[in-house]
Every structure is written in C-alpha cells, then in structure tokens.
C-alpha cells in the first residue's frame, strides 16, 4: 500500500512540475512578445519623431524654430 501511495504521489509531483513548466514557458513568450511589441513602438516612435524634424529642415527651419501663424 506504501509503494502504491508513494508512487500516486510522485506521478502527481511529476504531472505538477510539467504543468508549472508548461506555464513559466507561456509566461517567458507572453513576456518576449511584449518586449518585442515595446521595442517596435518604440522605433516607430523614432521614425515619426525623425521625419518631423527632417520635414522641419527641409522646409528651411530648424526644429526648435517656432512655427509661422497660419
């Protein structure tokens, strides 16, 4: 009877910790996927902070210049 409980218990065990695995794994993606996803903002944030300040020089002032009432 100990042997059989003994064994149901490390069966559980084993079952337990592949089931923890399973989730620190989803855990580590969901967090590289919202690095990736942060890093990716944040180069389009680059760009688009970039090409204002091309777009400025390329009309003849700087990016610190004020604009011109419309």
Do not use: C, F, K, W
């Not at 923890?20 to 794994?25: D, F, G, K, Q």
């Not at 993606?29 to 903002?41: I, K, Q, S, V």
């Not at 003849?60 to 604009?67: D, F, H, M, S």
């Amino acid at each position: 009877m100990n042997l059989a409980v003994g064994y149901i218990a490390q069966t559980l065990q084993t079952a337990d910790e592949r089931e923890a695995a399973v989730v620190n794994e989803r855990r580590r993606r969901a967090h590289e996927r919202r690095l990736e996803e942060g890093e990716r903002a944040e180069r389009a944030a680059r760009a688009e902070r970039a090409a204002g300040r091309r777009g400025s020089l390329h009309r003849g002032r700087g990016a610190a210049a004020p604009r011109p009432a419309a």
